[in-house]
C-alpha cells in the first residue's frame, strides 16, 4: 500500500485516477494544466479501503494527513478553517474510480456554525447569503452524516415559505433564515439525539467517515451490480475551498457538456441557475436555464467557458461533463469528467471524433458500451396515429415508451414483477429511485433540468425520460397528477416520447428505429478488425430477415420446435404425439413434413450461402400438450353444465391418461434432445427429410446452400453415430451423392451435458462441428434448474456474493467455460478445422464473448436484435487481446 494517503491537487495527473478517485484525478490534471480550479486535496482510495478494514475507524496517520494538508490549503487561502472572522469553508465530495452520478454523497459549505456564519456575513456583507449557506451545511449534514430523512428539512422549509408567502428559496429574507437555521438545529437534536457539531474538525471529521461509507448505501451498491464495478474500489474523498455560486445576481453554478449526451451533435449543452449552489441544478428542485442563455447574461464568462471546455475535450479526448460555478463574475471550474451519454449519442460521437481525427477507429470501438447498445434501436411514437399531449417537458433521454403510471418507486417494483410495464412518474427523481428507475419503461419528472438526476440516469441506462413538466401537479398523497382540469391516476396507461418531451394519455402505437449512418460505420469498423464470426438465433423466415438486415453472418441456431406452436400447426403437433399408433403419427408428420420444409426454404434463401444452423427437435413431448391442471378444469366445467357430453368427458379423460402417461419426474433430464430421435425415430426423420427437401429446392433454383443439421443433448458418441447415419442415408436419397460430394452439409452437436464435453475427443470424429448450447450446458454443470433458481435462490446468491453474477446471464467462465475449453481442446487435437462456436443467450453478452475469443471459438450466436451489439464486443475483444499487433492500418492519435 502507497504510504501517502492525502494529496494536494497540485501533486496527483490524470493517470492516478485508481488511487485518487476520477474526480481527484481530474481536478489534480486541470490544476497542473493552470485551469481555474479552487484548491484542495484528495484522500485517496487506498485509505478509504483502510478505514473499512479498520471497522470504519479513521488512522490516527490519516488524521494527521488531513490536518496538514488543510493547514496547507489555509496558506494558500489566506484563511483559516473555524475562523470567526474570515472562515474557510469546504466541500466534502465523494470521487469513484468509475463514475457513479448521483449514487454517493456530497457536503457543502461545511466550517459554518454559529460563530463563523457571522463572520462570513461580515466578510461579504451579505447576511443573507451566509444564513443561506448555513442553512444548506445543516440540511445537508443532517442528511448525509447524521442519516435524517430529506422529507423532515423539506417539510420544515415548504411550511416557512408558506407562512412568508413565498415560492422560491431564494426569496426568503435572512430573518426568515435565520428562523429556518434554528428549526434545523431542532430538527437535527429532536431526529438525531444530538445537537448539530459546533466543532468544525469534528465536521469535517464525521462528514469525511460520512463519505467514505456512501460507498456501501444501497443505491450505490444497486448502481454498481448494474453497471459490473467492482466492490473492492472504494471511494476518494475530495476536499476544497469552496466558491459560492449564490452570492449574488453575479454569480451562479452549472453543469455544461461539451457536447450533446442525448444525440452527440458538436454543440455546448448545459443549463446553469443564477444565484444557486450546485446541489440546485442536479437535484432538479429549480428549473435552469439552457447554457446558452450565459452570453447574454454574462458574455465575459460564457467567452471563458467556451474556450475552457474545447481545451478540456481535446486534452482528454472525449466529451466532457464540466461542472463550473461563477463567483462574483469568476469562472471556477469544480470538475471535469467523461460525459455520460445514451447510445445513441456515445455512437454518434465516437464516430465523429475518428473524422476529426482526434482519435483512432479502435479507440472509438473501445469506447461504445455493449451492453447499451441493444438499446440504442430506440422506438418511437407513430406519428400517424391521432394522440391527446397532456403536457410538455424537456426531452431528456430518447425513446418511447407506454406503461401504467406509478408515483413511487416502491409501487413501480411491485407492479414490474407482476409483469405490468411501469412509467414512473416524480416531482423529481433522488438516487433513492433508483430500483423504481431500474424496473420502469420509461420516467417522468415535474421538475429539473437537462442534467437532473432522472436525465442523466436514464440516458445512462438507454431509458426514456421527460424532465421538467412544470404544468404537471403530482400529488403523491391522492395517487394522481393533474394538468389544469385533466387528471392522470395511478395506474392509469400513458405514453412518454423522450425525444420531443411529450406525454401523451393512453397507449399509442410505437414504431421500431433503424440503425443509423454512424452505428453502420461503426460496425463496418468493427467487422474489419473482429476474428470472431457473428451469427443469430432465428425460429423462422422473419427471423431469419431481420438478422440478415443487422449483419448475420448466418444462423447459428434454428430451434425447429418454435416453428410447431402457431394456431394452425399445434393441433397437428398434439395429434402426431397423442397417436395410438405409427400409421397415426405418420399420417400426422406428413401434414408437418411441408410446414417445415418451406420454412427452412425461406431460411436458406433469405441466408443465401451463409450456414443455416437447424436443431432437430429438443423439448419434451409433454410441452406441446394442454397441462393437467387446465384438463381437470375443463372436465369440471363440462360436469357442471351436464347435459348430453359424454362423448366430450371421454374425450378429455382419454387426454388427461395420455399427458399422465408422458409426465416425467424432471422432464429436462429426461426423454427430449436426440433421445426423442432413437425412440421416435420418425419424427427426426421428417426433420430431417424436410431439410433435405428445403435444400434441394433451393439448389434447383441456383441459391447457395450452406446447410448445417444439429444434433442436441448428446451425451454418448454412440447417440451421435446412430443419427448420424440416419441423415447420411436420408441426405443421400433426396440430394443424391453428386450434390452431397459438393459438401453443402455437415452434421454436429450441440454439446450441453458435461459428459459430452468430457468426451468430446470421442465425439469429435463423427461431428464435424460442436455448438455449445450454455443455457443447458450451465444448468447440468451448476445443477440448477434455470426456471426455479432464477425465481427462488439466485439473486440472493449474488447479492451475498456467493456467485460474481448469475451464471444465465454472464457465462461461468470458470466451470462451464473450462467445460468448453476442454471440449474444444480435446475435440480439436482429434480434428484440427473442428468448428465451434455458442449459441445459448450468452452470445450477447460482452463477458462471454471476450471469453470465445479468448478461447478461440469460431462464432458466437445471439438474438437479432443483439447483433450490432456481439459484433461490436468481438471487435473489442480482438482489439484486448493483441489486435494492434497485427492490424493494417489505423488513424493517428492526435
Known amino acids: 500500500m502507497n504510504n501517502k494517503q492525502v494529496f494536494d491537487f497540485q501533486e496527483g495527473n490524470a493517470g492516478m485516477k485508481t488511487l485518487l478517485g476520477g474526480k481527484g484525478a481530474h481536478l489534480a490534471e486541470m490544476t497542473r494544466a493552470g485551469l481555474p480550479v479552487p484548491p484542495g486535496f484528495t484522500i485517496s482510495t487506498e485509505a478509504c479501503l483502510s478505514y473499512f478494514k479498520a471497522d470504519n475507524r479513521m488512522s490516527d496517520e490519516l488524521q494527521s494527513e488531513i490536518v496538514a494538508a488543510l493547514h496547507r490549503l489555509e496558506t494558500l487561502k489566506g484563511q ?86 413565498v415560492s422560491q428559496d431564494q426569496d ?80 451562479g453554478t452549472g453543469v455544461v457538456f461539451t457536447r450533446n449526451p442525448s444525440t452527440g451533435a458538436t454543440e455546448l449543452f448545459g443549463e446553469y441557475l443564477i444565484n444557486a449552489q450546485g446541489e440546485d441544478v442536479v437535484a432538479g428542485t429549480r428549473t435552469p436555464q ?120 416502491d409501487v413501480a417494483m411491485e407492479w414490474s414483477q407482476a409483469g405490468k410495464k411501469v412509467i414512473l412518474a416524480r416531482p423529481e427523481t433522488t438516487p433513492e429511485d433508483i430500483q423504481g428507475v431500474l424496473v420502469s419503461e420509461g420516467i417522468i419528472t415535474s421538475r429539473g433540468g437537462m442534467t437532473s438526476h432522472a436525465a442523466v440516469v436514464a440516458r445512462g441506462m438507454g431509458k426514456p425520460c421527460v424532465c421538467g413538466c412544470e404544468t404537471i401537479k403530482i400529488d403523491e398523497e391522492q395517487r394522481q397528477m393533474s ?135 429438443d423439448p419434451p413431448l409433454h410441452e406441446f400438450l394442454p397441462k393437467e391442471k387446465e384438463l381437470r378444469k375443463k372436465l369440471d366445467d363440462l360436469d357442471r353444465a351436464g347435459g348430453d357430453n359424454e362423448s366430450e368427458k371421454k374425450a378429455v ?79 443421400e436419397r433426396i440430394l443424391g451423392r453428386e450434390i452431397l460430394e459438393r459438401g453443402i452439409y455437415q452434421v454436429g452437436t450441440m454439446i450441453e451435458v458435461p459428459r459430452a464435453a468430457l468426451t468430446a475427443a470421442q465425439i469429435a470424429p463423427i461431428a464435424d462441428f460442436f455448438s455449445f448450447g450454455t443455457n443447458d450446458l450451465t444448468q447440468m454443470t451448476f445443477g440448477y434448474s434455470r426456471d426455479d433458481a432464477e425465481g427462488k435462490f439466485l439473486s440472493h446468491y449474488v447479492d451475498q456474493k456467493i456467485l460474481p453474477h448469475n451464471p444465465f446471464q454472464v457465462l461461468d467462465t470458470e466451470g462451464v467455460g473450462l467445460l468448453i475449453e476442454w471440449a474444444t481442446t480435446s475435440g480439436r487435437s482429434i480434428k484440427p478445422n473442428l468448428k465451434t462456436g455458442i449459441c445459448g443467450e450468452h452470445g450477447g453478452d460482452k463477458d462471454s464473448i471476450f471469453f470465445c475469443h479468448r478461447t478461440g471459438l469460431d462464432y458466437v450466436s445471439c438474438s437479432p436484435f443483439r447483433l450490432p451489439m456481439a459484433r461490436i464486443a468481438a471487435a473489442q475483444a480482438a482489439i484486448a487481446y493483441g489486435y494492434e499487433k497485427t492490424m493494417k492500418s489505423s488513424l493517428p492519435i492526435s
Open 80 to 165: 483559516k478553517f473555524g475562523n470567526p472572522a474570515d472562515p474557510l469553508l469546504v466541500s466534502v465530495r465523494s470521487g469513484s474510480v468509475t463514475s457513479m452520478p448521483g449514487m454517493m454523497d456530497t457536503i457543502l459549505n461545511l466550517g459554518l456554525n454559529d460563530e463563523t456564519v457571522e463572520g462570513l456575513a461580515a466578510k461579504t456583507n451579505n447576511a443573507r447569503f451566509a444564513y443561506d449557506c448555513y442553512r444548506r451545511l445543516l440540511q445537508m449534514f443532517g442528511n448525509v452524516v447524521l442519516d435524517i430523512g430529506g422529507h423532515h428539512f423539506e417539510k420544515i422549509v415548504h411550511r416557512l415559505k408558506q407562512e412568508e408567502g
Open 172 to 251: 426568503l429574507t435572512p430573518d426568515a433564515l435565520l428562523r429556518l437555521i434554528a428549526d434545523f438545529k431542532h430538527c437535527i437534536q429532536l431526529q438525531a439525539g444530538r445537537p448539530f457539531p459546533q466543532d468544525v474538525r469534528e465536521q469535517l471529521t464525521l462528514a469525511v467517515e460520512a463519505v467514505f461509507q456512501s460507498w456501501n448505501n444501497s443505491r450505490a451498491k444497486i448502481y454498481r451490480k448494474i453497471n459490473r464495478i467492482p466492490d473492492d474500489q472504494g471511494t476518494a474523498v475530495n476536499i476544497q475551498s469552496m466558491v459560492f455560486g449564490n452570492r449574488g445576481q453575479d454569480c
Open 290 to 409: 439552457p447554457v446558452a442563455s450565459l452570453s447574454d447574461e454574462m458574455p465575459a464568462v460564457f467567452e471563458q467557458l467556451v474556450r475552457l471546455a474545447k481545451q478540456l475535450e481535446q486534452h482528454y479526448r472525449d466529451m466532457q461533463d464540466i461542472e463550473f460555478t461563477v463567483e462574483q463574475g469568476r469562472l471556477y471550474i469544480l470538475q471535469t469528467r467523461n460525459g455520460k451519454r445514451n447510445a445513441q449519442a456515445a455512437v454518434t460521437i465516437a464516430a465523429n471524433l475518428v473524422k476529426e481525427g482526434t482519435i483512432a477507429k479502435e479507440d472509438a470501438l473501445q469506447r461504445i458500451e455493449v451492453s447499451h447498445l441493444d438499446k440504442l434501436l430506440h422506438r418511437g411514437i407513430d406519428e400517424s396515429v391521432a394522440t391527446e399531449v397532456f403536457a410538455i417537458g424537456l426531452p431528456a433521454s430518447p425513446g418511447a415508451a407506454v406503461g401504467q403510471v406509478a408515483f413511487d418507486a
Open 483 to 617: 394538468v389544469g382540469s385533466r387528471l392522470v391516476q395511478e395506474g392509469d396507461w400513458i405514453t412518454i416520447d423522450g425525444a420531443s418531451g411529450r406525454v401523451i394519455i393512453g397507449e399509442v402505437p410505437l414504431r421500431e428505429a433503424e440503425i443509423t449512418e454512424e452505428l453502420s460505420e461503426l460496425l463496418e469498423w468493427a467487422d474489419s478488425i473482429r476474428k470472431l464470426k457473428v451469427r443469430a438465433n432465428a425460429d423462422n423466415p422473419h427471423d431469419a430477415s431481420v438478422a440478415k438486415q443487422f449483419g448475420a453472418e448466418g444462423i447459428g441456431l434454428c430451434r425447429t420446435e418454435h416453428m410447431f406452436f402457431s394456431a394452425e400447426r399445434l393441433p397437428v403437433v398434439q395429434r402426431m404425439i397423442l397417436a395410438d399408433d405409427i400409421e397415426e403419427r405418420h399420417q400426422a408428420l406428413e401434414q408437418l413434413l411441408p410446414m417445415q420444409q418451406a420454412d427452412f426454404e425461406a431460411m436458406l434463401t433469405n441466408m443465401d450461402g451463409h450456414p443455416v444452423n437447424i436443431r432437430l427437435l
Open 653 to 731: 379423460l382419454s387426454l388427461i391418461r395420455k399427458v399422465q402417461a408422458l409426465e416425467e419426474v424432471n422432464p429436462m433430464l429426461g426423454q427430449r434432445g436426440c433421445r426423442l430421435g432413437i425412440v421416435y425415430p420418425e419424427i427426426y426423420d421428417m426433420q430431417i427429410e424436410a431439410i433435405f427437401r428445403a435444400a434441394s429446392r433451393c439448389i434447383d433454383k441456383g441459391t447457395k446452400v450452406t446447410l448445417e443439421i444439429m444434433v442436441p443433448l448428446v451425451g454418448h458418441v454412440n447417440e451421435l453415430a446412430m443419427l448420424r447415419e440416419r441423415i447420411d442415408t436420408i441426405g
